[in-house]
């Protein structure tokens, strides 16, 4: 029997580690520990071909929990080694854990590296909006005026924008997804998995200790139908319940503004339509404010898959390279290199 076909007789419970899952009681991480591991047996790989590589940070003991082959590495820099397991071993599935800090702080550079490459890895981003793992400290994403620890006062720093940061370093899988929605989450991460090249999903992630309830407003029965907008590619920007419906169009000076869409009606040709291979479309949907300054209603937040395009996978552009390189110059004969070309001798 094929390992392939080995694999697809796995369950959850083959990927839960003997490792104690060591998170707060109530963290978000726990929810999205369990998606991925519901998720895995399905994708039909064997354990042994699977690869977890973290950083530092809560997030960052995935790989602990997870029954596979992985790496706990260095702060920020999981990219850098998940670029040379993936250039090593093309065949692997390498999978990368990150948080807002770790992937966008110290970590900034080389995230935005792998994202220009296009490796074909998976990258999972938990957002919190906070340092969990040093005790609440504000992080690249926490909102202006958040006090913590270190902005007792409120922070000054404008916060990054995950899914934008990623478009702007040319991602070609850009999607953003929930903790406690466990349908979407499992869904993009099969869309990320299919993805050929670098897949980036943010996981907006509720930290129960330092910043609780940071996304309640997303994620409450009492208002989640009209806080969130679930993307579908090809299908209207409409959300809120049957009776009050609502849509995205655009308005005045192109600002992107919310309006009823009545069941006799339909929705209407001004109503925007998702393209996920339209890039205009993706860096507006990763931009669409939480909350409009002009009429300061609360604007829907977009679940889904912002951008999913095609381009060549970095890997393999490389071996290409190494093959052409070996059938040019005498593969596997070390004399032949070292001796070919100027040399010298140092006495």
């Not at 910043?211 to 993307?231: E, H, I, P």
Request: net charge negative.
């Amino acid at each position: 029997m094929s390992s392939a076909a080995e694999a697809t007789k796995l369950t959850r419970k083959d990927f839960v580690s003997d490792q104690d899952v060591r998170w707060c009681p109530g963290c978000g991480d726990y929810a999205i520990l369990a998606q991925v591991q519901k998720v895995m047996p399905e994708l039909g790989v064997p354990r042994e071909n699977i690869v977890f590589v973290s950083g530092i940070g809560c997030s960052s003991r995935f790989p602990y929990y997870m029954n596979t082959y992985g790496f706990h590495s260095i702060h920020g820099r999981a990219p850098a080694l998940a670029t040379g397991i993936k250039l090593a071993r093309p065949d692997l599935s390498v999978w990368i854990v990150t948080g807002d800090g770790d992937g966008l702080s110290i970590g900034g550079n080389h995230l935005i590296h792998i994202l220009r490459r296009n490796l074909d890895v998976n990258i999972l981003l938990f957002n919190n909006e906070v340092y969990g793992l040093t005790k609440g400290q504000y992080s690249p994403t926490s909102r202006l005026g958040q006090v913590t620890k270190s902005s007792p006062m409120g922070s000054v720093d404008h916060p990054f924008d995950t899914a934008s940061l990623a478009l702007g370093a040319g991602a070609t899988f850009v999607a953003r997804t929930i903790d406690v929605e466990q349908k979407h989450l499992q869904s993009v991460l099969h869309a990320a998995v299919q993805h050929k090249g670098t897949s980036f999903v943010e996981i907006l992630q509720n930290c129960p200790i330092f910043n609780d309830g940071v996304f309640s407003d997303v994620t409450d029965d009492s208002g989640s139908a009209y806080r969130q907008l679930l993307l579908e590619d090809g299908k209207p920007m409409v959300f809120g319940p049957d009776k009050d419906r609502k849509g995205i169009r655009l308005g005045k000076g192109l600002r992107p503004e919310v309006v009823s869409v009545s069941e006799e009606q339909g929705v209407g040709d001004d109503i925007l339509v998702h393209n996920v291979s339209n890039d205009a479309n993706s860096f507006f949907l990763s931009s669409l404010a939480w909350q409009d300054p002009a009429s300061q209603a609360l604007m829907p937040v977009p679940l889904g898959v912002l951008r999913a395009v095609d381009r060549p996978i970095y890997e393999q552009s490389v071996h290409g390279q190494i093959d052409a390189a070996q059938q040019k110059d005498a593969a596997g004969d070390f004399d032949h290199l070292f001796a070919s070309g100027d040399s010298w001798v140092v006495d």
